[in-house]
Structures are given as C-alpha cells and as structure tokens.
C-alpha cells in the first residue's frame, strides 16, 4: 500500500461546505460531536483515507466484517452551510504522519469547496466538572471575535503546550494554505467518554453554521455516564473512610 490512499466513494455538490473534523483525543469529545452530527444528518460517505501512518489494524464490525483503519469524509447537507464532516477511529502513531494526513486531509477538502474550517476536541480540567466552557484558537482575529460572541473563551496559554495532532495542524496548515480555520474545545476531566463537552462543542457549532440538531441522544449518553461516575466516587468514598470530601470527591483517582 502507497504511505497515502484515498479512495473516492461518492462524489456530492455541496453549498459553501465547512469541514467539520473529529477524530479521537481527549474525552473523545470531538469525535462524539461529529458522530452525533453523522447520526442527526441524512450524510453521504464520499471519500476513505488510508495510510501506513494509522496504527496496523482493522476495524471489525458488528456483523464480523473486518475493514483496514482509515479515517471518512462525510457530505452532509444542513438547512444552513453544508458539512464536510471527517472522523475516524485513530489518529496518526508519529509527528510526520499527523502532518502528512493532515495534509491529505485539507486536499480532499480543498475539492470540495471548503475554504473554512472547524476542528473540534476536548482541553484536560483533571476534575470533574459541571459547567462546560468551550475554549477556542482561531487563525484571523475577526474569527476570535465571532467566536467570543458565541460564547467562546479564549485564555492565553490554554491549552498547555498547544493543540497537538490533527485538530492543531488543521489551523497552522490551513492558514498556510488561506483557510479560515478555527479548533472548538469543550473542558472535559480527561478520564472519561464526555458527551456533555461535546454537547457544548455542537451548541457552539450549529450557531456558527446556523443548522440545528436534536441533542436527546448526547443526553442520555451523558446520564449513563453520570451513573459510573457515581458509581466511581462512591467507591473511592468506601476505599477512604476517614478523608473528608470536597464536594463528594470531584477528582478521580
């Protein structure tokens, strides 16, 4: 196999697309938002992209059909700016090969259409929290300003260390290349699956790009998650006695 293959599925006429990409990192918060944008929206697969950067695996599927890993672009058509959604369930194992895909990645956008961009993710509290603030990075300051009036925080030096892997390099690229980009980071503790960061990531989203989602299935998720929350404290709580809580215990481990 060529060190990239990108295979066409389906071709698909879109109105002034923006890519909208997550893929697993922190939280898996990027990936559950654009799985739930999958999931709400009648999408069309148009493009596989396979890579010896991928980790060496298959994906193998309910029906116990195995497939070689790859990450997907979805057309999808929304009442406001349509959708080129791209996810997956892995990122690149080395820095040349976040770079290298990332790359493939904006030229399958760029025949499309797209000339903006939002990566979507999660940034580490290391505590469980309740109210989700969306951090934000952007590369033109007239898109920080939209952002901030949507209610994005944007705080110097946040995320530590930067915004590493694709979700980074979709804006340092994609500026390179004269596209707007923006990265949407829900606060997340880091420890769990958080469909409530992804939620308040997509709530941002649809916003900027006017369409609208039902947000019943992010929910019940994040009630089923609530439980082994309670389920982790409480055991914390019996393995330690005689330590005083604050606020029953708002970190985990």
């Known amino acids: 196999m060529d060190e990239l ?4 599925v389906a071709d698909a006429e879109l109105d002034d697309p923006v890519l909208v990409e997550g893929l697993p990192g922190v939280g898996h918060v990027g990936k559950l938002a654009a799985e739930h944008l999958l999931d709400e929206f009648d999408g069309t697969l148009v493009r596989r992209v396979y890579s010896e950067h ?3 695996q298959v994906e193998v599927g309910g029906d116990g059909v195995a497939e070689l890993t790859s990450a997907e672009f979805h057309a999808v058509e929304t009442e406001g700016r349509d959708l080129l959604v791209l996810t997956g369930d892995n990122q690149a ?12 990645f904006l030229d399958v956008a760029e025949d499309f259409g797209v000339e903006a961009v939002y990566a979507l993710g999660g940034v580490p509290t ?3 929290i309740e109210e989700y603030d969306v951090l934000g990075a952007a590369t033109a300051e007239s898109l920080v300003e939209d952002l901030e009036d949507a209610g994005v925080d944007f705080r110097e ?3 530590a260390g930067g915004i590493v892997g694709v979700s980074g390099l979709l804006l340092g690229l994609g500026e390179r290349r004269g596209v707007d980009a923006a990265c949407l980071m829900g606060e997340t503790s880091g420890y769990l699956v958080d469909p409530k960061s992804a939620q308040a990531v997509l ?7 006017d369409f609208e989602v039902d947000f019943a299935d992010l929910e019940d998720r994040a009630e089923e998650m609530e439980e082994v929350i ?7 709580q019996q393995q330690q006695p ?7 215990l708002r970190y985990i481990g």
């Not at 293959?5 to 066409?8: G, K, N, R, V, Y």
């Open 126 to 128: 290391g505590e469980l």
């Open 5 to 8: 293959d990108i295979e066409s």
């Open 157 to 159: 030096d946040e995320p």
């Open 54 to 56: 991928f980790p060496p």
């Open 203 to 209: 709530e941002i989203l649809q916003d900027q790009l």
């Open 230 to 236: 309670g389920k982790i404290q409480e055991m914390e």
């Open 242 to 248: 005689n330590v005083p809580s604050d606020d029953d």
């Open 93 to 104: 194992q080395s820095n040349e090969g976040h770079y290298r895909l990332t790359d493939a």
